[in-house]
T-cell receptor, first 114, second 118 residues
């Protein structure tokens, strides 16, 4: 069975500073990886996804993520955080063998200080 | 292009009542997924449906919960005889189905229905 771990429950970052959110997955074959963002009281918005190919993936809102098979990781990064990036971020893994269902990590809540 | 629509956005029920949550997928999408998010937790898969078919219900509680996606109309998640532990946000996602079952589909999420059981 696949699983996803987001080790950081909360992260506080200053506006303009860089941000990195960690995601580790467990799955026996090649996973499909996603990052979603959820603002308070809202649904999930897809930031980026990795299916195959280039391991550095560019997403919306200036985010990028790098797939590292050797570390079973898919960390999300942003060079310069804006106040509007305050939200909860979820990493998810899907797998062909799992029939499309996504397994989510517990989420990382990001607080942006002025 | 309308995204995934869910209604109601908020639903309050007393213990023992029934809750019906509706989901209209994105235009052109024929696959629907339901997830539940308990307070302070991540999302957990419940059920995956195509039109008139349940594909995977491995995440659904065995009792009181059911889901359908009829040929016409929205997908419905039904919870009978609700209990306080059912209080959660219920999210619907949809995908196009164009991968034909061979590859992972990208899922697009609705705004969720927040169910409160008193």
């Amino acid at each position: 069975a696949q699983s996803v771990t987001q080790p950081d429950i909360h992260i506080t970052v200053s506006e303009g500073a860089s941000l990195e959110l960690r995601c580790n997955y467990s799955y026996g074959a090649t996973p499909y990886l996603f990052w979603y963002v959820q603002s308070p009281g809202q649904g999930l918005q897809l930031l980026l996804k990795y299916f195959s190919g280039d391991t550095l993936v560019q997403g919306i809102k200036g985010f990028e993520a790098e797939f590292k098979r050797s570390q079973s990781s898919f960390n999300l990064r942003k060079p310069s955080v804006h106040w509007s990036d305050a939200a909860e971020y979820f990493c998810a893994v899907g797998a062909k063998a799992a029939g499309n269902k996504l397994t989510f990590g517990g989420g990382t809540r990001v607080l942006v200080k002025p | 292009n309308a995204g995934v629509m869910q209604n109601p956005r908020h639903l309050v029920r007393r213990r023992g009542q029934e809750a019906r949550l509706r989901c209209s997928p994105m235009k052109g999408h024929s696959h629907v997924y339901w997830y539940r998010q308990l307070p302070e937790e991540g999302l957990k898969f419940m059920v995956y449906l195509q039109k008139e078919n349940i594909i995977d219900e491995s995440g659904m509680p065995k009792e009181r919960f059911s889901a359908e996606f009829p040929k016409e109309g929205p997908s419905i998640l039904r919870i009978q005889q609700v209990v306080r532990g059912d209080s959660a946000a219920y999210f619907c996602a949809s995908s196009s189905g164009l991968a034909g079952g061979r590859n992972q589909e990208t899922q697009y999420f609705g705004p969720g229905t927040r169910l409160l059981v008193l």
